[in-house]
């Protein structure tokens, strides 16, 4: 059994930073991947950011490299999101999610077995 929450949602200016924690339980698969997601209204989900769990080899969307850091605290069983020079595009409802197995495709949702329920972002002009 696996579980995802998400924290550290919040509003913020265009310009601005926030981090995004996800607390994992029941998660062990090292060496597959867990990613962060992020979806607005009317929009499909989209992968933002993703990590080899144990690892430190990362992928990102064009759209937020720079700006995004993903990272992982193994000791406390956290995925990290560093945003940061925010603009109002960000703004979503972001989802930490992992794998049951390796992928090639590591932003693809379709990858992802597991998820949190997520945690809004909004960012203001």
């Known amino acids: 059994q696996v579980q995802l929450v998400e924290s550290g949602g919040g509003s913020v200016q265009a310009g601005g930073s926030l981090r995004l924690s996800c607390a994992a339980s029941?998660?062990?698969?090292?060496?597959?991947?867990l990613g962060w997601f992020r979806q607005a209204p009317g929009k499909e989900r989209e992968g933002v950011a993703a990590i080899i769990a144990g690892d430190s080899y990362t992928y990102y969307a064009d759209s937020v490299k720079g700006r995004f850091t993903i990272s992982q605290d193994n000791a406390k069983n956290t995925l990290y999101l560093q945003m940061s020079g925010l603009k109002p595009e960000d703004t979503a409802m972001y989802f930490c999610?992992?794998?049951?197995?390796?992928?090639?495709?590591?932003?693809?949702?379709?990858?992802?077995?597991?998820w949190g329920q997520g945690t809004q972002v909004t960012v203001s002009s």
């Open positions: 029941g998660y062990t698969y090292y060496r597959n991947w």
């Open positions: 999610a992992a794998t049951s197995y390796r992928t090639a495709s590591p932003l693809s949702k379709t990858e992802y077995a597991y």
